[in-house]
Structure formats: C-alpha cells, structure tokens
C-alpha cells in the first residue's frame, strides 16, 4: 500500500509484540509503585480490617506473574513471529551488525553520522531491547526467589533456593529495587528515542506500537 513521497505501509510489528510491549508496560508500571510502597510503606492501616499492605502485596505478585507470562510469550514470538520479532538478530554477533551498532551509536552522540536504517528496531535500539530481555529476566528471578522465602514447597525450591543459596534476602531486596530503578530510567529515555525516531524518519513509528504498521521509504525495500 503505497503513500506520498514514494513511502509504503508495512506490516512490522505482530499483535502478540505489541501485545506483550503493553502488558510489559502497566506491569511495570504497577510493579514499580506497589514495590515502591512495600520496600517504604508511607501509611499503616488503623484498623486491622484494612489489610492494605496484603493488598499493596497482592497487586504486585499478580502483576509479577502477569509480566512473568508475557515475557514467555515474547520469546516463544521471537521463534513463531516475523523477521522483525526475532530476538537473536538483536544480538550484534556478526561485523556487519557490531559496525551497524557502533555507526548508531556515533550518531546518537551527534556526530554528523547518518543512522543505518532499518525497518524494524534500529541497531541501537535492539542492543537496548535485548539487555533489557536479560534484566527482565533477573528482575523475575531476583522476585520470586525472595516470594519463595515465604512460601516453602518443592516447586519454590527451584526458583529460590539455589538463588538465595549465594545472595542473602536483604541484598536480593537491594538488586531488585536497583533493578526497579533501571527500568523507571528505561521508560522515558524509550519514548524519547521513540519520538526522535519518528520526527526524523517519518516512519510512524509511534503509530505502529498501536497498529502494528510503519511507514518507510521504498527504496529500502528494493
């Protein structure tokens, strides 16, 4: 489907990428404030009835299984879905792609260096997304290793034991809060990269994470 300028709309990002990105997103989100509150509970309930810190609790261990869920779910895409939601291609393995990266990143530095372009993450931004897969991944077992703390059983052994086997509970407290800081430090920095992406390129791109569709030159698709 051709547009002015001799652009043509895509279809880059699948519905279960943009799916899981959302869910990833208001978990998160609701992660961070809910474990905001119960590493430095600001209130105490005056009633014993008010249970608010079981609530504060229950919210996040839900929310931490939702993301739990939705971070399988984007790796088993990365095998069943399209080139773009590849997660090894993220990974700068080969010279062309390491050359690709370091050009991205000479650019951003605002080196007068034209960015590789690229229909689906930039270089830079799949080196971003793949580190962010590895913290996701210690933020989910840092988690539930200090969970299986308080819930004894042959299940939680194999997710916590061995964890807590070589990291005291208070130091696991600390690297998952640490954790939790790296990703509020993400998010913003994410939408900016975003939206200058999108003004330079004019490629839709902040459009697409809700249509799944980008727009791009033809050119660079010849």
């Not at 933020?139 to 819930?151: D, E, K, N, P, Q």
């Not at 194999?158 to 430090?185: C, D, R, S």
Request: charged share 20%; aromatic share 18%; net charge positive.
């Amino acid at each position: 489907m051709k547009d002015n300028n001799e652009k043509i709309k895509i279809y880059v990002w699948e519905f279960p990428v943009r799916l899981t990105h959302w869910i990833n997103f208001f978990c998160i989100l609701t992660l961070s404030l809910t474990g905001f509150y119960i590493s430095s509970p600001m209130d105490h309930a005056i009633f014993s009835k008010h249970y608010l810190m079981n609530w504060i609790r229950f919210i996040h261990f839900v929310a931490a299984y939702t993301f739990m869920i939705s971070f399988f779910i984007r790796l088993y895409w990365s095998i069943a879905g399209n080139e773009y939601a590849d997660m090894v291609k993220w990974i700068p393995l080969t010279r062309k792609r390491l050359k690709e990266l370091f050009n991205d990143i000479r650019h951003h530095l605002v080196l007068d260096i034209k960015a590789t372009y690229r229909i689906g993450h930039t270089r830079l931004g799949a080196f971003m997304f793949f580190i962010l897969q590895i913290i996701f991944l210690f933020s989910l077992v840092s988690g539930f290793a200090m969970y299986s703390a308080r819930h004894p059983g042959e299940s939680w052994k194999v997710i916590g034991e061995w964890v807590q086997a070589n990291m005291p509970v208070e130091g696991m407290k600390g690297y998952h809060k640490t954790l939790m800081y790296i990703f509020l430090f993400f998010v913003p920095s994410h939408m900016f990269m975003s939206w200058i992406n999108n003004v330079k390129h004019k490629n839709r791109l902040i459009r697409s994470i809700f249509s799944g569709h980008k727009v791009v030159d033809e050119k660079h698709l010849k």
